[in-house]
Protein backbone atom coordinates (compact mmCIF):
# COMPACT_ATOMS: atom_id res chain seq x y z
CA UNK A 1 0.00 0.00 0.00
CA UNK A 2 1.32 3.49 -1.17
CA UNK A 3 1.14 5.51 2.41
CA UNK A 4 1.20 9.35 1.57
CA UNK A 5 4.58 11.04 2.85
CA UNK A 6 2.80 13.59 4.93
CA UNK A 7 0.93 11.06 6.54
CA UNK A 8 4.26 8.83 6.98
CA UNK A 9 5.79 11.77 8.57
CA UNK A 10 3.23 13.11 10.99
CA UNK A 11 4.39 14.06 14.28
CA UNK A 12 2.75 11.90 16.33
CA UNK A 13 1.01 13.42 19.40
CA UNK A 14 2.72 11.90 22.53
CA UNK A 15 -0.49 11.28 25.50
CA UNK A 16 0.85 10.85 29.00
CA UNK A 17 1.90 7.45 29.57
CA UNK A 18 -0.60 5.45 30.66
CA UNK A 19 -0.89 4.18 34.59
CA UNK A 20 -1.05 0.64 33.91
CA UNK A 21 1.50 0.46 31.23
CA UNK A 22 3.73 1.96 33.93
CA UNK A 23 2.84 -0.64 36.42
CA UNK A 24 3.40 -3.18 33.93
CA UNK A 25 6.49 -1.69 32.91
CA UNK A 26 8.21 -1.26 36.84
CA UNK A 27 6.33 -4.01 38.65
CA UNK A 28 4.57 -1.44 40.61
CA UNK A 29 1.30 -1.70 42.22
CA UNK A 30 0.65 1.92 43.03
CA UNK A 31 1.21 4.78 40.36
CA UNK A 32 -0.16 8.44 39.84
CA UNK A 33 -0.28 10.48 36.50
CA UNK A 34 0.40 13.76 36.68
CA UNK A 35 0.60 13.69 33.12
CA UNK A 36 -2.48 14.32 31.14
CA UNK A 37 -4.08 17.87 33.09
CA UNK A 38 -6.66 15.53 34.28
CA UNK A 39 -9.19 16.14 36.56
CA UNK A 40 -8.10 14.45 39.89
CA UNK A 41 -11.88 14.64 41.71
CA UNK A 42 -13.10 12.88 38.63
CA UNK A 43 -16.48 13.60 37.25
CA UNK A 44 -18.78 15.38 39.34
CA UNK A 45 -21.33 12.54 41.32
CA UNK A 46 -24.43 14.30 39.61
CA UNK A 47 -22.45 13.37 36.01
CA UNK A 48 -22.17 10.18 37.08
CA UNK A 49 -25.36 9.60 38.16
CA UNK A 50 -26.47 10.66 34.79
CA UNK A 51 -24.67 8.31 33.22
CA UNK A 52 -26.16 5.82 35.12
CA UNK A 53 -29.26 6.31 34.91
CA UNK A 54 -29.14 6.94 30.92
CA UNK A 55 -27.13 3.22 30.19
CA UNK A 56 -29.61 0.78 29.66
CA UNK A 57 -30.17 3.31 26.48
CA UNK A 58 -26.98 2.20 24.69
CA UNK A 59 -28.66 0.52 21.86
CA UNK A 60 -29.72 3.41 20.29
CA UNK A 61 -27.82 6.02 18.60
CA UNK A 62 -27.38 9.29 20.10
CA UNK A 63 -29.04 12.79 18.88
CA UNK A 64 -27.27 14.04 15.62
CA UNK A 65 -28.80 16.81 16.21
CA UNK A 66 -27.59 17.55 20.07
CA UNK A 67 -30.94 18.97 20.62
CA UNK A 68 -30.90 18.71 24.65
CA UNK A 69 -27.12 19.52 24.59
CA UNK A 70 -27.59 22.72 23.21
CA UNK A 71 -30.13 23.70 25.31
CA UNK A 72 -28.46 23.64 27.90
CA UNK A 73 -25.51 25.37 26.57
CA UNK A 74 -27.42 27.97 25.34
CA UNK A 75 -27.80 29.01 28.84
CA UNK A 76 -24.79 27.79 30.26
CA UNK A 77 -22.68 29.68 27.09
CA UNK A 78 -25.57 32.41 27.24
CA UNK A 79 -25.32 32.33 23.50
CA UNK A 80 -28.37 31.59 20.91
CA UNK A 81 -27.84 27.37 19.78
CA UNK A 82 -27.19 28.50 16.43
CA UNK A 83 -23.56 29.83 17.81
CA UNK A 84 -23.11 26.74 19.42
CA UNK A 85 -21.59 22.94 18.29
CA UNK A 86 -20.30 19.76 19.83
CA UNK A 87 -17.34 17.89 18.97
CA UNK A 88 -15.41 14.44 19.98
CA UNK A 89 -13.43 16.90 22.46
CA UNK A 90 -11.96 20.04 21.00
CA UNK A 91 -9.54 17.78 19.67
CA UNK A 92 -12.39 16.55 16.87
CA UNK A 93 -13.30 20.40 16.47
CA UNK A 94 -9.46 21.98 16.18
CA UNK A 95 -9.06 19.11 12.95
CA UNK A 96 -12.04 19.67 10.94
CA UNK A 97 -12.03 23.51 11.72
CA UNK A 98 -8.61 22.78 9.72
CA UNK A 99 -10.37 21.18 7.24
CA UNK A 100 -12.88 23.39 6.50
CA UNK A 101 -10.96 26.63 6.25
CA UNK A 102 -7.44 25.58 4.95
CA UNK A 103 -6.57 23.99 1.47
CA UNK A 104 -3.08 22.27 0.33
CA UNK A 105 -0.12 24.12 1.30
CA UNK A 106 -2.38 26.75 3.28
CA UNK A 107 -0.92 27.75 6.84
CA UNK A 108 -1.94 28.15 10.42
CA UNK A 109 -0.18 30.68 12.86
CA UNK A 110 0.53 29.79 16.07
CA UNK A 111 2.87 30.13 18.69
CA UNK A 112 6.36 28.66 19.83
CA UNK A 113 4.74 26.40 22.64
CA UNK A 114 1.47 26.29 21.61
CA UNK A 115 -0.31 23.26 22.30
CA UNK A 116 0.84 20.39 19.34
CA UNK A 117 -2.50 19.32 18.46
CA UNK A 118 -2.57 22.48 16.09
CA UNK A 119 0.14 21.46 14.79
CA UNK A 120 -0.59 18.21 13.84
CA UNK A 121 -4.00 18.37 12.28
CA UNK A 122 -2.03 21.39 10.24
CA UNK A 123 -0.07 18.22 8.81
CA UNK A 124 -2.47 15.65 8.63
CA UNK A 125 -3.89 17.87 6.08
CA UNK A 126 -1.24 19.19 3.86
CA UNK A 127 -1.29 22.57 5.68
CA UNK A 128 1.32 24.14 7.08
CA UNK A 129 2.10 25.50 10.80
CA UNK A 130 4.06 28.38 11.07
CA UNK A 131 4.92 29.27 14.46
CA UNK A 132 5.85 32.65 15.49
CA UNK A 133 8.29 33.01 18.75
CA UNK A 134 6.95 33.43 22.16
CA UNK A 135 8.07 36.27 24.60
CA UNK A 136 10.83 35.33 26.72
CA UNK A 137 8.27 34.31 29.44
CA UNK A 138 6.95 31.51 27.01
CA UNK A 139 4.44 33.54 26.50
CA UNK A 140 1.89 34.39 23.36
CA UNK A 141 4.06 37.15 21.46
CA UNK A 142 0.98 39.17 20.14
CA UNK A 143 3.41 41.63 17.99
CA UNK A 144 5.27 38.65 16.60
CA UNK A 145 2.33 36.56 15.80
CA UNK A 146 0.90 39.76 13.63
CA UNK A 147 4.41 40.41 12.38
CA UNK A 148 3.91 36.13 10.80
CA UNK A 149 0.57 37.37 10.02
CA UNK A 150 1.58 40.17 7.46
CA UNK A 151 4.34 38.29 5.99
CA UNK A 152 2.36 35.39 4.50
CA UNK A 153 -1.24 36.88 5.04
CA UNK A 154 -2.30 35.27 1.41
CA UNK A 155 -1.84 31.62 3.10
CA UNK A 156 -2.47 32.24 6.49
CA UNK A 157 -6.19 30.54 7.19
CA UNK A 158 -6.27 30.25 10.88
CA UNK A 159 -4.75 31.93 13.79
CA UNK A 160 -4.77 29.12 16.75
CA UNK A 161 -4.31 30.53 20.61
CA UNK A 162 -4.67 28.35 23.38
CA UNK A 163 -5.57 30.82 26.35
CA UNK A 164 -4.03 29.76 28.85
CA UNK A 165 -1.33 27.97 27.05
CA UNK A 166 -1.04 24.33 27.43
CA UNK A 167 1.93 23.00 27.71
CA UNK A 168 3.18 26.99 29.70
CA UNK A 169 -0.04 28.20 31.54
CA UNK A 170 0.76 31.14 29.97
CA UNK A 171 -2.44 33.94 29.73
CA UNK A 172 -2.81 36.82 27.86
CA UNK A 173 -5.36 39.37 29.18
CA UNK A 174 -8.89 39.66 28.29
CA UNK A 175 -7.62 43.04 27.24
CA UNK A 176 -4.46 41.74 24.97
CA UNK A 177 -6.46 39.49 23.22
CA UNK A 178 -9.35 42.17 22.17
CA UNK A 179 -6.64 44.72 21.06
CA UNK A 180 -4.82 41.50 19.03
CA UNK A 181 -8.79 40.34 17.73
CA UNK A 182 -9.34 44.31 16.82
CA UNK A 183 -6.58 44.40 14.34
CA UNK A 184 -8.01 41.76 12.43
CA UNK A 185 -11.63 42.74 12.93
CA UNK A 186 -12.89 43.24 9.70
CA UNK A 187 -10.79 40.58 7.92
CA UNK A 188 -13.14 37.84 6.72
CA UNK A 189 -9.93 36.01 5.52
CA UNK A 190 -8.85 34.31 8.43
CA UNK A 191 -10.00 32.89 11.46
CA UNK A 192 -9.33 33.37 15.41
CA UNK A 193 -9.30 30.36 17.28
CA UNK A 194 -9.12 31.14 21.33
CA UNK A 195 -8.97 27.66 22.54
CA UNK A 196 -10.19 28.03 25.80
CA UNK A 197 -9.59 24.35 27.12
CA UNK A 198 -8.04 25.93 30.82
CA UNK A 199 -9.89 29.01 31.05
CA UNK A 200 -12.10 28.00 34.11
CA UNK A 201 -8.64 27.86 36.10
CA UNK A 202 -7.72 31.35 35.40
CA UNK A 203 -7.65 33.60 38.88
CA UNK A 204 -7.77 36.75 37.66
CA UNK A 205 -11.57 37.64 38.71
CA UNK A 206 -11.43 40.36 36.04
CA UNK A 207 -10.78 37.57 33.26
CA UNK A 208 -13.44 36.61 30.94
CA UNK A 209 -13.39 33.94 28.17
CA UNK A 210 -13.57 35.63 24.75
CA UNK A 211 -17.28 33.70 24.63
CA UNK A 212 -18.31 37.48 26.00
CA UNK A 213 -17.07 39.44 23.00
CA UNK A 214 -18.27 36.70 20.77
CA UNK A 215 -20.95 38.53 18.25
CA UNK A 216 -18.84 41.46 17.66
CA UNK A 217 -16.37 39.63 15.69
CA UNK A 218 -17.23 37.72 12.62
CA UNK A 219 -13.96 35.67 12.52
CA UNK A 220 -13.80 34.31 16.20
CA UNK A 221 -13.92 30.53 17.49
CA UNK A 222 -14.37 29.75 21.29
CA UNK A 223 -13.25 26.38 22.11
CA UNK A 224 -14.30 25.23 25.57
CA UNK A 225 -13.55 21.81 26.62
CA UNK A 226 -15.48 19.42 29.14
CA UNK A 227 -12.35 17.25 29.48
CA UNK A 228 -10.86 19.70 32.30
CA UNK A 229 -12.82 21.38 35.13
CA UNK A 230 -15.10 19.03 34.50
CA UNK A 231 -13.42 16.26 34.75
CA UNK A 232 -14.71 13.94 31.31
CA UNK A 233 -11.78 13.92 29.77
CA UNK A 234 -12.81 9.65 28.88
CA UNK A 235 -16.26 10.96 27.71
CA UNK A 236 -14.85 13.12 25.23
CA UNK A 237 -16.85 15.97 24.67
CA UNK A 238 -16.08 19.64 23.58
CA UNK A 239 -17.49 22.88 22.41
CA UNK A 240 -17.08 25.36 19.97
CA UNK A 241 -18.77 28.81 19.78
CA UNK A 242 -18.61 30.84 16.87
CA UNK A 243 -20.50 32.92 14.20
CA UNK A 244 -23.25 31.22 12.18
CA UNK A 245 -21.54 30.60 9.25
CA UNK A 246 -19.03 28.19 11.20
CA UNK A 247 -20.96 26.60 13.05
CA UNK A 248 -23.01 25.27 10.48
CA UNK A 249 -20.11 24.69 7.66
CA UNK A 250 -18.66 22.62 10.98
CA UNK A 251 -21.89 20.67 11.13
CA UNK A 252 -22.14 19.88 7.69
CA UNK A 253 -18.76 18.05 8.16
CA UNK A 254 -18.92 16.66 11.79
CA UNK A 255 -20.25 13.27 11.77
CA UNK A 256 -24.07 13.14 12.75
CA UNK A 257 -23.20 10.91 15.76
CA UNK A 258 -20.07 12.39 16.65
CA UNK A 259 -20.75 13.06 20.29
CA UNK A 260 -22.17 10.01 21.69
CA UNK A 261 -25.41 9.99 23.81
CA UNK A 262 -23.39 9.16 26.73
CA UNK A 263 -21.38 12.43 26.83
CA UNK A 264 -24.15 14.56 25.80
CA UNK A 265 -25.81 13.74 28.87
CA UNK A 266 -22.80 13.91 31.02
CA UNK A 267 -22.35 17.19 29.28
CA UNK A 268 -25.80 18.71 30.47
CA UNK A 269 -25.41 17.34 33.95
CA UNK A 270 -21.83 18.63 34.29
CA UNK A 271 -23.33 22.49 33.07
CA UNK A 272 -25.81 22.50 35.92
CA UNK A 273 -23.33 21.63 38.69
CA UNK A 274 -21.56 25.02 39.54
CA UNK A 275 -20.69 23.60 42.82
CA UNK A 276 -18.17 20.91 41.40
CA UNK A 277 -16.36 23.23 39.23
CA UNK A 278 -15.54 25.64 42.66
CA UNK A 279 -14.40 22.30 44.50
CA UNK A 280 -12.31 21.71 41.16
CA UNK A 281 -10.75 25.26 41.81
CA UNK A 282 -10.60 25.06 45.17
CA UNK A 283 -8.26 22.06 44.67
CA UNK A 284 -6.45 23.16 41.46
CA UNK A 285 -5.49 26.57 43.07
CA UNK A 286 -4.26 24.80 45.85
CA UNK A 287 -2.35 22.23 44.40
CA UNK A 288 -0.95 24.86 42.45
CA UNK A 289 0.39 27.20 45.59
CA UNK A 290 2.13 23.92 47.07
CA UNK A 291 4.05 23.70 44.13
CA UNK A 292 5.02 26.57 43.95
CA UNK A 293 6.16 26.42 47.89
CA UNK A 294 7.88 23.48 47.41
CA UNK A 295 9.35 24.11 43.94
CA UNK A 296 10.76 27.34 44.67
CA UNK A 297 12.31 25.49 47.84
CA UNK A 298 14.09 23.06 46.15
CA UNK A 299 15.41 26.05 43.97
CA UNK A 300 13.73 24.75 40.83
CA UNK A 301 12.54 27.46 38.21
CA UNK A 302 8.98 27.21 37.05
CA UNK A 303 6.41 29.28 34.93
CA UNK A 304 3.72 30.62 36.81
CA UNK A 305 0.39 28.97 36.19
CA UNK A 306 -3.09 29.79 34.88
CA UNK A 307 -3.91 26.17 34.54
CA UNK A 308 -4.00 22.91 36.15
CA UNK A 309 -0.26 22.09 35.82
CA UNK A 310 3.39 23.59 35.77
CA UNK A 311 6.18 23.66 33.57
CA UNK A 312 9.12 23.64 35.53
CA UNK A 313 13.06 23.17 34.03
CA UNK A 314 15.39 20.95 34.96
CA UNK A 315 18.96 21.02 35.78
CA UNK A 316 19.84 17.64 33.71
CA UNK A 317 17.59 16.75 30.81
CA UNK A 318 14.07 15.98 31.55
CA UNK A 319 13.88 12.61 30.58
CA UNK A 320 16.32 11.58 33.11
CA UNK A 321 14.23 12.79 36.20
CA UNK A 322 11.13 11.27 34.09
CA UNK A 323 12.15 7.98 33.97
CA UNK A 324 13.41 8.14 37.86
CA UNK A 325 9.89 9.86 38.70
CA UNK A 326 8.37 6.56 37.02
CA UNK A 327 10.56 4.07 38.87
CA UNK A 328 8.86 6.07 41.91
CA UNK A 329 5.44 5.36 40.59
CA UNK A 330 4.83 9.07 39.43
CA UNK A 331 4.27 9.70 35.87
CA UNK A 332 4.92 13.57 34.67
CA UNK A 333 5.18 14.60 31.38
CA UNK A 334 8.40 15.42 29.53
CA UNK A 335 7.74 18.18 26.69
CA UNK A 336 11.02 17.84 24.80
CA UNK A 337 8.63 17.43 21.58
CA UNK A 338 7.55 21.24 21.94
CA UNK A 339 11.69 22.12 21.82
CA UNK A 340 11.66 21.79 25.73
CA UNK A 341 14.04 18.74 26.81
CA UNK A 342 15.19 20.83 30.10
CA UNK A 343 11.17 21.00 30.93
CA UNK A 344 8.65 18.65 32.26
CA UNK A 345 5.01 19.16 33.09
CA UNK A 346 3.82 18.37 36.47
CA UNK A 347 -0.66 18.18 36.50
CA UNK A 348 -1.98 19.15 39.67
CA UNK A 349 -3.51 16.18 41.45
CA UNK A 350 -5.03 14.99 44.55
CA UNK A 351 -3.33 16.49 47.51
CA UNK A 352 -1.47 13.56 48.91
CA UNK A 353 -0.49 12.82 44.97
CA UNK A 354 0.99 16.51 45.07
CA UNK A 355 2.63 15.67 48.58
CA UNK A 356 4.24 12.33 46.66
CA UNK A 357 5.27 14.09 43.64
CA UNK A 358 7.25 16.44 45.54
CA UNK A 359 8.56 13.59 47.92
CA UNK A 360 9.44 11.62 44.91
CA UNK A 361 11.06 14.93 42.85
CA UNK A 362 13.21 15.37 46.43
CA UNK A 363 14.37 11.64 46.46
CA UNK A 364 15.41 12.07 42.56
CA UNK A 365 16.96 15.19 43.23
CA UNK A 366 19.28 13.79 45.68
CA UNK A 367 20.15 10.58 43.90
CA UNK A 368 21.65 12.53 41.05
CA UNK A 369 23.16 14.72 43.12
CA UNK A 370 21.14 17.47 41.97
CA UNK A 371 20.19 19.74 44.98
CA UNK A 372 23.07 21.96 45.55
CA UNK A 373 21.31 24.73 43.96
CA UNK A 374 18.59 26.27 46.99
CA UNK A 375 17.11 29.42 46.84
CA UNK A 376 13.59 30.97 45.32
CA UNK A 377 13.43 31.03 41.61
CA UNK A 378 10.43 32.15 39.34
CA UNK A 379 11.23 31.94 35.60
C1 LIG B 1 -4.97 23.74 25.09
C2 LIG B 1 -5.74 22.48 24.86
N1 LIG B 1 -6.72 22.48 23.96
C3 LIG B 1 -7.45 21.38 23.71
C4 LIG B 1 -7.19 20.20 24.39
C5 LIG B 1 -7.95 18.97 23.99
O1 LIG B 1 -9.02 18.77 24.79
P1 LIG B 1 -10.11 17.67 24.46
O2 LIG B 1 -9.96 16.64 25.51
O3 LIG B 1 -11.41 18.42 24.55
O4 LIG B 1 -9.88 17.15 23.08
C6 LIG B 1 -6.20 20.14 25.34
C7 LIG B 1 -5.92 18.88 26.05
O5 LIG B 1 -5.02 18.70 26.78
C8 LIG B 1 -5.44 21.31 25.59
O6 LIG B 1 -4.44 21.29 26.47
Known sequence: MKIPNYIKHL?????????????REFGLTEVIKLASNENPLGPSPSVLKSIEDHLTEQHLYPDPSQFELLTMAETFFSHNRQNISFGNGTDEIIDFLVRIFCEKNDIVLTSEFAFQAYEVSAMANQVRCLKAPATPGMKFDLEALISCYEQHK??????????????TGTVLSSFEFISFLDYFKHNED???VSDEAYVEFVRDPNYKSLSS???SYNNLVVLRTF?????MAGLRLGAMLGPVEVVDAYNRIR???NVSSVAQIAGIAAMRDKDFVKQTQRVTWSGIDFFYKELAAMGIPFIPSEGNF??????VLARIIFSEMLKLGVILRPVDNYGLPYHLRMSVGLESENRKAIQCLQKVFKKLDLTKNQGVVIL
Open 227 to 231: SKIFG
Open 255 to 257: KPF
Open 154 to 167: EKIKIIFIANPNNP
Open 213 to 215: VLL
Open 310 to 315: ILFETP
Open 11 to 23: NLYKPGKPIEETK
Open 190 to 192: VLI
